[in-house]
């Protein structure tokens, strides 16, 4: 067991957390280890416990001003009539887009087709790549080719 010189100032702070650690250290791990424990335990009660202190609090304090409490509700109502009246602006102002959208749409269908109809080919057409032609089979090298399958790897067989 290491010895504290309480004489004098000069022991630095370091060396009495030295002696601390050496002289009680075991004490203080066992201590957290039963402290832990013990709240992991009773950690649900504890809970239970603010949950209902908090309640009976909140309740005793509007028992005693009714006025708040009537206030709070209808502060409670206006924001949620406020809330219900954005959400319905928001909506109409949406379903009046979806419908220009789709008034658009039918205009662009119309005049397509009411201008003598669609053509295969048609320089209109957006197309990726223009020159393109399915039967012709893919031109670039990006191709797989499969390996040669011979009995002998890495070229041919030497015998």
């Known amino acids: 067991?290491?010895?504290f010189n309480f004489q004098g100032?000069?022991?630095?702070?370091?060396?009495?957390?030295?002696y601390a650690i050496e002289n009680y250290g075991w004490y203080?791990?066992?201590?957290?280890?039963?402290?832990?424990?013990?709240?992991?335990?009773?950690?649900?009660?504890?809970d239970e416990y603010w949950e209902n202190k908090a309640s009976q609090d909140y309740a005793?304090?509007?028992?005693?001003?009714?006025?708040l409490l009537t206030e709070r509700l209808t502060a409670?109502?206006?924001?949620?009539?406020?809330?219900?009246e954005k959400y319905t602006n928001e909506a109409k102002v949406y379903q009046e887009k979806m419908e220009q959208k789709e008034n658009k749409k039918?205009?662009?269908?119309?005049?397509?087709?009411l201008s003598?109809?669609?053509?295969?080919?048609?320089?209109?057409e957006n197309s990726l790549r223009p020159d393109y032609n399915p039967l012709m089979g893919d031109?670039?090298?990006?191709?797989?080719?499969?390996?040669r399958k011979t009995p002998c790897s890495g070229g041919g067989c030497k015998k």
Do not use: C
Request: net charge positive; glycine share 4%.
């Open 1 to 3: 067991m290491v010895q």
């Open 9 to 18: 100032n000069d022991t630095p702070l370091y060396l009495s957390v030295i």
């Open 28 to 46: 203080v791990l066992i201590a957290s280890v039963i402290v832990f424990y013990l709240y992991r335990k009773y950690q649900t009660k504890l």
């Open 60 to 67: 005793s304090y509007y028992h005693k001003n009714p006025d």
């Open 76 to 84: 409670r109502e206006q924001y949620a009539q406020k809330l219900q």
């Open 106 to 113: 039918k205009q662009e269908w119309l005049e397509r087709h």
């Open 116 to 124: 003598g109809g669609h053509r295969l080919g048609s320089s209109n």
């Open 139 to 147: 031109t670039s090298s990006r191709t797989y080719k499969a390996q």
